[in-house]
Structures are given as structure tokens and as C-alpha cells.
């Protein structure tokens, strides 16, 4: 991988890559569709992290169908897969590890220990070996991807971090790997974080800029659905990740919430843009 990223960059050509963990589905395509227009060669990687998931949670059941994605990946015409194995990238012996302080304990980082130390590990550690001039990331994933940027930017790496919109279902739900763990019967309820957004994305486009209330407009709409388990339903700003009281900054609703044994994560993007809030579901 190294050897192929390396003689591209020396022809002068702009290096893609888009980390994923596979399962892949139209949200990672999207990701893919916007890199094959900007970068070639395009490498995507699949890898399912073991250090990003605690011990508890679903790495041994995180579906992993490898024909499927290789067929979309060539449908999609990336020049490239990368593959490792979880040896080759953590071998007997490995030590290094990368710890972006504070964005790391946050919500999503206090929710799940030791998440954000593997994810930012990894990223990096993809970025060594593939050395790409852009790489690609959801903003479904928007605290994963604000820590990227942190951690490019606090160590100097010369890969510009480039963030995609949320692909969606029909109903809104965010597409996910985990959707798959959804039953028939839970399915329907799971569209609540995009309704529960949708009514923060409404108030704010009719002014509501206290975040205190729009954040209770959050709660109320998940609180309506039984089936739901809220993990947290914050309004934050969108470089800290600290709670805000008014929206004078960019700020993200964010929710996470189990349903069934799925545990889902969305986000609506809420940008001041003069006197009026601009949103992005
Ligand atoms: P994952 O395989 O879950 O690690 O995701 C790989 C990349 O795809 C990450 O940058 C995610 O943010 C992105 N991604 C996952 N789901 C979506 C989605 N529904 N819309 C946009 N990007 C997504």
C-alpha cells in the first residue's frame, strides 16, 4: 500500500482515501462518489478497528460481508483497496497510541472509553501508510470527524480532512452498519432521531436560537418513542463539544440512543447566518 500511495504522489497525482469499516452502504458510497471526483488514484480501506470498541461492545457481531463490499467498491471505481489484518496493523508488542485530549471525553468519547484513543490511532496510522492528500469522512460521524481535524492540525499531517453530508433513508433514518440490527418491529421506532432533529432543525429555522429550549423540543419528541433508549440529546458547540446556551456559533443537536440493541448516533448542523439559523439535517 505504502509503495503504490508512494509512486503516485511521485507522478504528481492527488491521493483519495476513504476509511471505513466496511458494510458498506450508500452513505460510504457517497463517500467514494465525491473522492473518484477529486483525487486519483482513490484508495478505500477496510478495517474493523478492534481498539476502537470496548470490550462489551459489538465488534464480534459487526457484520462483515467482504464480497459485497469489494463488488460495490468496484462498482464505484476505486483504484484500490486496503485490507490489512488487525495483526499487521497492531503486531505483537504495539504501544503508540494517539489521545486527542478533552473532544476524547465528551459524549460520544464518555459514552464509550477508549473509542476516540482508537480511532484516532487508526486514522493515523492509515494516514502514515496511504499518505493521501484528502481523505474523505461523514458528518454523520461528526465528533469522529472534529477530532480528525484536531488531531491533523495539532500534528502538523499534510492530509486535508474532508467532511461529506448524511445520506439517509427514505423514513430519515441516518444510513449505518448497525442499521442491520434493527428488527422489523424496531425499525419504524429508530426514525425518531431524524424526527426529534427535525423538530430542532424546524424551531431553529423559526428563530428559536435559546438552546436550553431547542434542546428540550430534542427530548420531548424522543422521550415520545417507547422503544427508544436515550443515551444523550445535546446541543453543543461545534468545535468544542461543550454545551451552549444560545446559538451565536456553529453548533450540532446531537443524539445517540439505543434502539433495541442497535445503538444509533445522528446530528443536525445549526449555523447562525446573520439574524436567521441555517440548519443541515
Ligand atoms: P464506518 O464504516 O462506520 O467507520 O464509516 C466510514 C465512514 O463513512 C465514516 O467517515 C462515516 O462518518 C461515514 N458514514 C457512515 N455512515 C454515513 C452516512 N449515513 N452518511 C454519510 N457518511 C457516513
Known amino acids: 500500500m505504502k509503495e503504490k500511495a508512494r509512486e503516485a504522489r511521485l507522478e504528481q497525482r492527488v491521493v483519495g482515501l476513504v476509511p471505513t469499516m466496511g458494510a458498506l452502504h450508500a452513505g460510504h458510497l457517497a463517500l467514494v462518489e465525491r473522492a473518484r ?19 462489551q461492545e459489538d465488534l464480534s457481531r459487526y457484520p462483515r460481508p467482504l464480497e459485497a463490499d469489494i463488488q460495490k467498491l468496484t462498482a464505484a471505481r476505486v483504484d484500490g483497496l486496503f485490507l490489512p489484518e488487525a495483526a499487521e496493523i497492531y503486531p505483537r508488542g504495539y504501544a503508540t497510541y494517539v489521545d486527542v485530549e478533552g473532544l476524547s471525553d465528551r459524549l460520544e468519547g464518555k459514552s464509550r472509553p477508549g473509542h476516540f484513543r482508537g480511532v484516532a490511532t487508526v486514522v493515523l496510522k492509515l494516514f502514515e501508510i496511504v499518505q493521501p492528500h484528502r481523505a474523505y469522512f ?11 481535524e ?9 492530509t486535508e480532512v474532508v467532511v461529506c453530508p448524511i445520506v439517509r433513508e427514505a423514513d430519515g433514518l441516518a444510513m449505518s452498519s448497525r442499521n442491520t440490527y ?13 424526527r426529534a432533529l427535525n423538530a430542532v432543525a424546524e424551531a431553529a429555522a423559526r428563530g428559536v436560537g435559546d438552546a436550553i429550549e431547542l434542546q428540550r423540543v430534542l427530548r420531548k419528541v424522543l422521550e415520545g418513542e417507547r422503544r427508544a433508549r436515550v443515551d444523550y440529546a445535546e446541543i453543543v ?8 446556551v444560545r446559538i451565536t456559533r456553529r453548533c450540532y443537536a446531537l443524539v445517540a440512543a439505543y434502539v433495541g440493541r442497535a445503538r444509533l448516533i445522528d446530528n443536525l448542523l445549526i449555523k447562525p ?3 436567521d439559523l441555517r440548519v443541515e439535517l
Not at 471526483?37 to 470490550?55: D, G, V
Not at 461523514?138 to 480528525?148: E, N, P, S
Not at 434493527?182 to 431524524?194: D, G, I, M, T
Open 37 to 55: 471526483q477529486e483525487c486519483a488514484p482513490l484508495y478505500a480501506s477496510i478495517f474493523l478497528n478492534p481498539k476502537q470498541f470496548a470490550p
Open 138 to 148: 461523514g458528518r454523520k460521524d461528526a465528533q469522529q470527524v472534529r477530532l480528525i
Open 150 to 158: 484536531q488531531m491533523v492540525r495539532d500534528l502538523n499531517l499534510d
Open 182 to 194: 434493527l428488527s422489523a418491529e424496531e425499525r419504524p421506532a429508530a426514525s425518531v432521531l431524524h
Open 237 to 244: 458547540d461545534a468545535e468544542t463539544f461543550e454545551p451552549v
Open 273 to 275: 447566518d446573520g439574524e
